[in-house]
């Protein structure tokens, strides 16, 4: 039996770790050796200057498990100094949000003694991580040891040992006592309250908690359509006006309540620290390929790859594609519908317990080959969207979101669509939208949380019975810990979770004259839903590393679309209704050019609506403005002693305007 | 007779003249010393560093004229200090655009020497302006010799000088040898040739190149639709399919083209250096009052106005007010075609010379009452967001514009809607179209130019006879020209010269299925637009100061918006057309249907286009990036020698940034 991990155990104490780096188990000794120098090396010599040292796991039943895992940790000096590298803002001593620089750092809020505390877990985990993204390689032509993995100046390292495998994964480690002081306050009392954003965000970072604090936004605005829908199912009021008031309540409303979201967004992420927080020249993404050449903005050496190629092929593959699924999708459902009549008319014919049964093989066909192709379509819109080799991962990451989107859309509402527009069958519709919305969220919760739950707690109980008999009675927490999370799935990111409040949402706006009750429901659903993802986020997953998120990026522009979608849908349905048809007797023209007209004036309303209300809070528009005023003027009187540096400024600043303009116009 | 003027005259060949500041006639003499030591004064203390001069007029007739008329210059030194200030961009050593520096000035290309020709007139006089809004009061708690006219310290000397009616107004000079050869080249020669912009933008600066740049555009732009419209004229075609092909062309046509303009205003205004450039912290307008208090940005004093009251005036007051006149200029209307009517029956009832002249009267009744009725809301629109009270110009500006827009798009087009809409009449709404573009155009040509051209001939030959008279045989020529150029009348900005282009391009697009032939005579109107405006520039008015601008602004989104407007009244028309109803003989509903349907899809795929083109061409885009990241890079090298300068400048640029998307989103 083994027994050498008594040797990083002792070294292991002398940092905390935060994160965990797992090689391939056969990686070459001289490249472990040069990353590790390369990673402890000093700064002026392009190290990182981090702190880091490997774990040896006891080899279990004769077979040795990975020996290349490494925790990386870090001086406090280093993370201040990293905290300024990555752009951190920090809360001031006068209450505004400043960037935070290692020379002032005394100046700070809550910076005591040698600044102990003053960085949070997650933000240590964002800070390493960056510093390991960012290390670059100097003159190797290539990893030692891997003639193959050729490397060039300025190519991030990391980047291109995961690209070819040798970096299995790394990932930020839990901390044992934080997590249990979060998910008591987060979940585990009982007692109704707000969720504890501010610790979300300290733990695991400004995205997932903006999206625990949409969940929690989307859940109270919801609220006003649930209870005016409540009367509606109890009293079986049916009358087209009181629909009609419910349906104008609904698109006033959710036009509204999205564009205060961009206000309370604004305000946390002020709050936070990442409303001006901007990333600095992003890199290319770890998959992205093409001649080396140089990048025109920087200079450097890097893959380069013609745009006018990457445009070919989303316009000329990608798109068709994509309307292919969709129109694959479309050609289902209508064989699911010819299947459903042929099954009623055999039914009707000959009703016995056979063709009883028969009646419902239709709909489970249907729902198995929809989650297949839902499945396949995953994977093919990953594959094309790695294909179309995004040189940024944020822009990966739109594209793969819009397509998956698009077809979830197709999918879910599809069916809901041809019974409400072609059918028009008002009855079938709201059972429809019922059912689909309660298994849906059923079966939402069980493979979202507590499937993967169960998994994990088995795994669990394996991997900590097999220590147990490896180790004896000795205490190993980290390395069981560390054996513990390198097993547990990763947390994917926060798509599946807005996905999901999506459909919800259209569940909820697009028909929501025909089924008043959906809100409930989803009313219902969410409460349950941010106690699953808060359990999910602390026992299920890998902690995720923390992403500064200024806003809930694509996510409002797909929320906006779908609430515009719904004003067309809702003034279509109330023109079809039997009850505003019997206004207009003589000329049903009329009705549908008043419906229409309707229509018009509420999307027209709608844009105003969201031009007139501003997206930021006026109080932080004010401290905003100051901060910049006062830079100005800070920078101003260096002017006469360096002109220099003042062009320079200049320059960068107004660039840097432009830039946005650029981004926002695109 | 005075001949005091040699003084000046011999004074003012010390400094070439830029601009003409003319006080009242009775300005106290204690006000205008102070005044001009102001100007005079040393920069550190709080001075504007130019030169001044007096110019003294002869009397004439026995009637002394304005005796308190000044002309300042400045050195070129001055003004190169004054280029950085102002943040004027200029062409690099390596043809990129930077910002310029009197420390780097030698690193600009075209900079030679000392200088002498890098700034534009238009750039000077520019500066000269800036310098001189820009003149604070120090400690002075009024104007000396007027107790009553108060100052703070911070406010601005020349905007409180100019509301309390003692600056009467201040101007750049015209450069006579400039301007010949720009009219030269501008449009006194015949053969066909692009307008010089940049020679205008030197001439005039950014904005009004920009109104040419998008004049020429626009025409360009339309003639495609000519051209396709031609054979509909001649070949008298009145099959619907063709007029529906001759729509949809249009409303793609024209949200292409009005994206593509985004793209070429931005590429004029990167050559211009204006796309990066971004004006400091805007002043307070000079007719903005409140309360002294603190500006919550700057903390200088300031005059201070609850925004809430400000919203309260515009949301109570100003936005019912432009209601009820929009209400009245429809009744108006609506007597307008009864009155018609109500003469068309006389006229049948007995057809005579008499009731023949009838037939006209309400058509000349209404064109009177419509004329009436604009100039008084021009008025009122004027009087309302003066006493909106906006803090600053540019939202005063804007405010303006949509008040004014949105009446003149009423007057112009409810009459047509009516016919069309309403009466159904598309022969009527032909001719109606017809004559309202024809009239309009000629009526325009004539009061803009040629009117007050004639009126400017007979004035100028005045002062010219009158100057002969008085002064003999001597050369006078400073002296004329400013005499002149102070009695011309003031150019009130681009404003009346978009709205034309807008109200044509309404003509264009609202009807373009039913009338093809709008687009070829605007086009034919816009070739004489462009002569008359520049010879309206050239001679008309008085030189105006130039103003940095981007692109053509809130004129983008009015544009935009008439395309979308006219999308919804094309499929309207193509809706009522009894070709396409013969389509659907048995159900008129399902025509409505499709047509509505259609209608969505254009608009989406406007929307849809309007995302995907983006608004800055490439290689604009990797320009802006490269000089971002240089400057960059060049901060970063300074950054271990100088910590805080680093965090100011961070601190700034990431608010400059975050200060962008609130403007964006307002």
Request: glycine share 4%; aromatic share 16%; with cysteine.
């Amino acid at each position: 039996m083994q027994l050498g991990l008594s040797v990083s155990d002792s070294d292991v104490s002398s940092f905390t770790p935060l994160v965990v780096l797992e090689l391939a188990d056969d990686t070459k000794a001289e490249a472990i050796t040069w990353l590790l120098n390369r990673i402890r090396g000093k700064q002026q010599n392009g190290g990182a200057e981090l702190l880091v040292d490997q774990l040896l796991f006891p080899a279990q039943d004769g077979q040795k498990s990975n020996q290349n895992v490494f925790v990386v940790g870090s001086t406090l000096q280093r993370l201040l100094k990293g905290a300024e590298d990555v752009g951190l803002f920090k809360e001031f001593q006068d209450g505004t949000m400043r960037g935070f620089t290692y020379a002032n750092r005394e100046s700070f809020k809550d910076f005591y003694g040698d600044g102990e505390g003053f960085l949070s877990d997650a933000e240590c985990q964002y800070i390493i991580k960056h510093e390991l993204d960012t290390l670059r390689a100097k003159n190797e032509e290539h990893v030692p040891g891997y003639p193959k993995v050729k490397l060039y100046p300025g190519k991030s390292v990391v980047r291109r040992l995961q690209s070819k495998g040798v970096l299995v994964q790394y990932f930020p480690l839990h901390n044992k006592e934080d997590l249990k002081r979060l998910s008591f306050s987060w979940y585990k009392k009982i007692k109704l309250s707000f969720q504890p954003l501010d610790d979300i965000r300290h733990y695991f970072g400004e995205g997932l908690a903006l999206y625990f604090g949409f969940l929690e936004y989307f859940t109270f605005a919801l609220v006003p359509m649930a209870f005016i829908g409540i009367p509606y199912y109890l009293f079986d009021w049916e009358d087209y006006d009181k629909y009609v008031l419910f349906a104008v309540f609904n698109l006033v409303w959710s036009t509204v309540f999205l564009e205060v979201w961009k206000r309370c967004s604004a305000t946390l992420a002020y709050g936070w620290g990442t409303l001006s927080h901007k990333k600095a020249f992003e890199e290319p993404r770890a998959g992205f390929h093409g001649a080396l050449g140089f990048n025109p903005i920087t200079g450097r050496e890097e893959p380069v790859y013609p745009s006018s190629k990457y445009h070919l092929r989303i316009y000329l593959v990608s798109v068709p594609f994509v309307l292919l699924c969709l129109y694959l999708s479309f050609y289902v459902m209508m064989v699911y519908f010819d299947m459903e009549n042929w099954a009623i008319s055999i039914y009707n014919e000959n009703p016995n317990l056979a063709t009883g049964i028969l009646l419902f093989v239709p709909s489970i066909i249907y729902a198995v080959v929809i989650e297949i192709m839902n499945l396949l379509y995953r994977y093919a819109a990953e594959f094309l969207t790695n294909w179309e080799n995004h040189r940024l991962e944020s822009s990966f990451q739109n594209h793969l979101v819009l397509k998956v989107l698009v077809f979830n859309f197709v999918n879910c509402f599809a069916s809901l669509f041809y019974i409400a527009f072609v059918m028009q069958d008002m009855v079938l519709l709201r059972q429809s939208l019922a059912t689909l919305l309660i298994t849906s969220q059923i079966l939402n919760q069980v493979m979202e949380a507590f499937l993967p739950y169960w998994l994990q707690r088995r795994r669990n109980k394996k991997v900590h019975k097999r220590m147990r008999r490896m180790m004896g009675d000795k205490e190993l927490p980290l390395l069981e810990q560390v054996q513990l999370e390198t097993e547990m799935n990763t947390y994917l990111g926060t798509f599946d979770d807005y996905l999901e409040q999506f459909l919800l949402f259209g569940y909820v706006s697009l028909f929501s004259c025909v089924y008043p009750l959906a809100a409930v429901l989803v009313v219902l659903n969410n409460i349950t839903e941010v106690y699953s993802d808060a359990f999910k986020m602390c026992h299920v997953f890998k902690r995720p590393f923390s992403e500064p998120a200024a806003n809930i990026g694509v996510w409002q522009l797909a929320f906006e679309t779908m609430s515009i979608i719904s004003v067309v849908t809702n003034c279509a349905l109330i023109g079809l209704s039997s009850q505003v048809k019997a206004y207009f007797p003589e000329s049903e023209t009329q009705m549908i050019l008043i419906v229409v007209a309707i229509e018009h004036v509420l999307l027209a309303f709608k844009f105003i609506l969201a031009f007139v209300i501003p997206d930021v809070p006026k109080h932080i528009q004010v401290k905003l403005a100051k901060l910049e005023f006062d830079s100005l003027e800070a920078l101003k009187k260096r002017v006469s002693t360096n002109f220099y540096v003042w062009n320079k400024i200049l320059i960068y600043c107004l660039l840097r305007t432009a830039f946005y303009f650029i981004y926002f116009f695109k």
